[in-house]
């Protein structure tokens, strides 16, 4: 069989249905082997960088591995972004990249570059292939790294000239077996339950890995059996009900300020599948005064890396949290919960219909929490706001890059999200004027499929995260942040054929939201929003519950 | 802190550079790195002795080399008893027979070997721990070294278990 061939049968082996990436050269034979064959369905967009995060959204939404295809040299450079972004997040990828012919390779033949070494830090792992044989192994392997454990993306790198080698189709012979808990876990754990029954004032922080890990029913149980405070990170925002009464809001940097208070005051933090990363708990000495932490991650290596916890716990998160519940909750967490509706009551935010961007966020999510959505953001203020307010209850119903907080991720990652939920969920994207003109140009392929994404741009004509920056640490010394040279957004996303409302006021926005929702194809959403700063903004020296003065 | 890291990993192209490149990422200086094949074929053993500031900022770096998917086993020889071994050759200038004599009366001494003598130098070969390759080549100085090279350490745990079994 060919090569080309072989990897098409593999990826269908694998369960791939949706392909995103863009030609040249080096992959062409795949390419033509892809348009052979009608039962993957192949998304052509309109950059690299694009199929990355469209691949990166569709495994988001998905839970399986995405799957990205690119040419060698500059096709392969375009992914770097997209790969580091999935890498940062830890979302399972397959990358499949062409390379020069095997005997062209170590020249700088037209179009080589070491993708390979190039991508080294930013992959779980890479594969360079050095004969035809290793394709279907390798390519198999790579699914199998990509989805087990910590997740994350793989990439393979292909000589051209192995898409045309006469290979045999190895038979496939993976099997997997779960792992049972050992001995010395479940003492640990049993520690782990004696400190949860012993602390004060606990607090559960939800990350992103308890999506990942598929055990929002069990965090579920396990915060109501203890009646522990949940609060969940960037990342964990799904993770656990956002209304469910245990909740305590989204924190960290501009965390709600319920949230950052109830993580300041606990005496005893239990991690679920968070890695205390720096916009999370701010200077880290005062983070850790005073408090005790548990630790569950499926990464050992996430155990006592920025925080030492008293007892960590790696492995499955659902396991994990089951052994947890098996002994009964003698705790009486009455006084900690009497000041934490203290400051549920003082912190809530006094929504006052205002034509402002937490207003806007807040009308989304009352909308759309009557149905069933998806929400995906750009990074930025938007993205701040769009956290704080929008809040959702399922996981895998909220989208955004969170660890490396890569602007022009939204659009494309929609893409990939609404292509994967199809009919079952509809994509509310949100952006903002700068982060918009970065990978925008994936309107065209949204408009094309005539996917029912609504676009919303809060348009500040800014660059508001960086204004933002500026006065709170640069002596309010605006430079390289406002959008001076104004450009018409509405032209710009009617130019690809989208139906766009042009949003000057509360109700302008009400009405188009709803005019939008009522009508099944791509729309977009421009809110002329002014200036302004986002808040809380915690004060990353002296600790997550002191705040900025704006 | 120095420490002597023994690391096993499938014999597969790149895996030096996974290891190598993960650990100048982690913020860690590589002293000395060094690999070769094992008693099993398709295993690798790389030996690095790495700078590290205390043993916790040691074990998060192991930790996260353990992730590398061609690692299989890495082990800290330097908190086990352990045998520990480099090999290095110095090439001094020997122009004149009394000078000669000297460097083969020092290499004598340190039982170290003469592996190549010319008109105008010889090359000696030692094996040994730090210490006495750092006394030989203090020696040495006070001739003309011209070059040096050396493997950098390797190790070996004391009795009967071999790390990949630890
Ligand atoms: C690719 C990339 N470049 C630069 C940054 C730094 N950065 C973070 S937020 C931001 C401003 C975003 O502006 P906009 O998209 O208009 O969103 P706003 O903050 O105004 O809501 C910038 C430049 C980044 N996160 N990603
Ligand atoms: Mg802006």
């Not at chain 1, 009608?38 to 995405?66: M, N, V």
């Not at chain 1, 690119?70 to 990828?93: C, E, H, K, R, Y």
């Not at chain 1, 930013?122 to 087990?148: C, D, G, M, V, Y």
């Not at chain 2, 099993?40 to 992730?67: F, G």
Request: proline fraction near 4%; hydrophobic fraction near 40%.
């Amino acid at each position: 069989m060919e090569g080309s061939q072989a990897v098409i049968k593999c990826l269908k082996e694998q369960r791939v249905n949706t392909i995103f990436g863009y030609p040249g050269g080096m992959i062409l034979p795949l390419f033509d082997a892809l348009g052979k064959d009608s039962s993957i369905d192949f998304i052509l967009t309109t950059h690299e960088q694009s199929s990355a995060h469209a691949a990166d959204g569709y495994a988001r939404a998905s839970g399986k591995a995405g799957v990205c295809i690119a040419t060698s040299g500059p096709g392969a450079t375009n992914l770097v972004t997209g790969i580091a972004t999935a890498f940062m997040d830890s979302v399972p990828m397959v990358i499949i990249t062409g390379q020069v012919d095997s005997n062209l390779l170590g020249r700088d033949s037209f179009q080589e570059t070491d993708i390979f070494g190039i991508t080294m830090p930013i992959t779980k792992h890479n594969f360079k292939l050095q004969s035809a044989k290793e394709l279907i192994p390798l390519l198999r392997k790579a699914f199998a790294l990509a989805l087990s454990g910590r997740q994350g993306p793989v990439l393979i790198d292909i000589p051209k000239d192995f898409f045309y080698a006469d290979i045999a189709y190895p038979e496939n012979t993976t099997e997997n077996k779960a792992a049972k808990p050992d001995a010395d876990f479940i003492i640990c754990a049993a520690e782990a339950i004696d400190e949860i029954l012993k602390a004060e004032r606990p607090v559960i922080i939800a990350g992103g890995g308890v999506v990942l890990g598929r055990a929002h029913k069990e965090l579920i149980a396990f915060a109501e059996k203890y009646k522990l405070p949940v609060v969940s990170t960037l990342m964990g925002i799904g993770a656990f009900p956002n209304d469910h009464p245990l909740y305590m809001g989204f924190a960290g940097l501009h965390g709600r300020k319920s949230a950052n208070y109830t993580v300041a005051e606990a005496d005893l933090v239990i991690a679920v599948g968070s890695r205390f990363g720096d916009r999370q708990t701010g200077n880290i000495a005062h983070y850790i005064y005073e408090k005790h932490f548990i630790h569950i991650d499926i990464d050992p290596a996430e155990i006592d890396k920025n925080v030492h916890s008293s007892i960590g716990l790696s492995g499955d998160m659902k396991t994990i949290l089951n052994l947890l519940m098996q002994r009964e909750a003698v705790n009486n967490p009455d006084a900690w919960w009497k000041t934490l509706k203290k400051h549920k009551e003082k912190f809530a935010y006094e929504y006052t219909g205002k034509y402002d961007v937490p207003n806007i966020m807040h009308h989304i999510s009352q909308t759309i929490n009557k149905g069933d959505y998806a929400v995906v953001t750009d990074v930025g203020q938007h993205q701040m706001w769009a956290a704080q307010h929008i809040r959702r209850r399922t996981p895998r119903t909220w989208f955004t890059s969170g660890g490396l907080g890569t602007m022009g991720f939204g659009l494309p990652a929609a893409l990939g999200i609404q292509l994967y939920y199809k009919n079952k969920k509809r994509v509310i994207h949100i952006a903002g004027d700068g982060g918009i003109k970065m990978t925008g140009s994936e309107y065209y392929t949204i408009a094309a499929l005539r996917l029912p994404i609504i676009s919303i741009i809060i348009n500040n004509e800014s660059l508001g995260m960086i204004r933002q920056l500026q006065k709170v640490y640069y002596g309010a010394r605006y430079f390289s942040c406002n959008f001076e040279y104004k450009m018409n957004y509405v032209k710009y996303t009617e130019s690809f054929g989208i139906r766009t409302y042009d949003v000057h006021s509360m109700d302008e926005f009400v009405e188009a939201f709803s005019n939008a929702l009522a009508l099944n194809e791509p729309q977009a959403i421009i809110v002329n929003a002014g200036k302004a700063f986002v808040e809380p903004m915690a004060n990353t020296v002296s600790g997550i519950n002191t705040f900025v003065n704006f | 802190m120095k420490y002597q890291i023994a690391i096993l990993a499938e014999n597969k192209p790149g895996v030096l550079t996974h290891v190598s490149g993960l650990i100048s990422r982690r913020a860690f200086n590589i002293e000395t790195i060094n690999a070769g094949y094992t008693e099993e074929n398709d295993v690798t053993r790389i030996n690095i002795v790495v700078n590290a500031y205390n043993e916790t900022e040691l074990n998060k770096v192991i930790h996260q080399m353990a992730k590398l998917i061609d690692v299989i086993k890495i082990v800290n020889i330097s908190e086990l008893p352990s045998i520990n071994r480099e090999l290095i050759m110095v090439k001094v200038k020997a122009d004149t027979p009394a000078v000669r004599a000297d460097i083969v009366n020092i290499a004598n001494i340190f039982r170290a070997h003469i592996v190549d003598v010319g008109h105008e130098n010889v090359v000696l070969e030692l094996t040994g721990e730090q210490e006495k390759l750092a006394a030989l080549i203090d020696m040495l100085n006070c001739y003309d070294i011209l070059e040096i090279a050396r493997t950098g350490p390797i190790a070996l745990s004391r009795g009967t278990t071999p790390i990949k079994n630890m």
